[in-house]
């Protein structure tokens, strides 16, 4: 008995705590700042970077705690949701628990903290793809287009500041790296080049092309392979993967049973004097102007669905395709440094990816 009240009354006084924080004002930081923060990764820049990271995850993380409680239609009660909460509930209270940061040994110990914290929120997209799976078996009816709304913004809330949260620790993380690549501050790379990402991200998403179907289409790539700018390749890999995957599928998809030859995807990069837009242009047929509206909703795919319920699945990292969750995701990763996603489609013929990214560098991350 004595046991069980001490329970509640930490659970009490965690949950007190969890919405002190997630009241706290947030700080958002651009790409830009990022750069010349991380320019100079000194034992006193690092322990700052610890110091306001310390409080900014706990804001942060609380914030989407208290979010998986209060979700439409009985979603938060889903054992996949819970579990997600859970891994949101342990970090802030390990971040809670860790002592001030005072020195260059306690920010060492709080940078392992937070690589932990990292790797236990690997799993948080497939998981919750899964909670909405459970949500819409376990309705006896159809989700009403309000319903698909609110899950729609929470989940674009969420997912944007899941982007945050990884972006902030992998900073921190990379700036201690000893030997960081030619031109990389942290995990941005201040000379990138686009026309290098999309053939490492067309040739990725060619292998799955060719492991699924046997054979995949051309990918040909025009622009100047010289052009670099600032950004962070896993992201623009992340966003150019997805996009080209989704064409070589409509593609062969298209073409597998044709006698004409399939024809290429086509991958456009423009630097512009705002943006460096990247056009992923394919003949895969298009979609029907009525399913346009749907390609962004995070309950809309047109390739079977790899999740089930086993948890070996959500363990083990899915891949982004079937459960309708890359085109949202990329688009938000897009957005995160002031860029965009736009598609465009031509039904009978093909399909246009636009993607935006932001040059200047300046605009501050969105704090949902």
Known sequence: MAAKKAAESVSKALAEEVRRWGAMKRNGVSLRYMMEFGARPTPTNLLLSAQFLHKELSARIARRAIELESLPL????????????DWYLDSFRDLRSFPKIKDPRDELSFTQLIKMIKLRHNNVVPAMALGVQQLKRDMNRKLVPKELEEIHQFLDRFYMSRIGIRMLIGQHVALHDPDPEPGCVGQINTELSPVQVARTASEDARSICFREYGSAPE???YGDPNFTFPYVPSHL???LFELVKNSLRAVQERFMDSDKDAPPVRIIVADGIEDVTIKI????????RSGLAKIFTYVYSTAKNPLDEDYC???NGVTMAGYGYGLPISRL?????????QIISME????DAYLHLSRLGD??????
Do not use: C, W
């Open 219 to 221: 990918v040909n790539i």
């Open 333 to 341: 990763y897009a957005r995160y440094f002031g860029g965009d996603l």
């Open 237 to 239: 890999h992340l966003m």
């Open 313 to 315: 699945g959500v363990l």
């Open 348 to 351: 009978g013929y093909g399909t």
């Open 281 to 288: 242009s394919d003949e895969g047929g298009g979609i029907p």
């Open 74 to 85: 009985g979603l938060s009660g889903k054992p996949a949701v819970l579990k997600v909460r």
């Open 363 to 368: 605009s501050q991350e969105p704090l949902p």
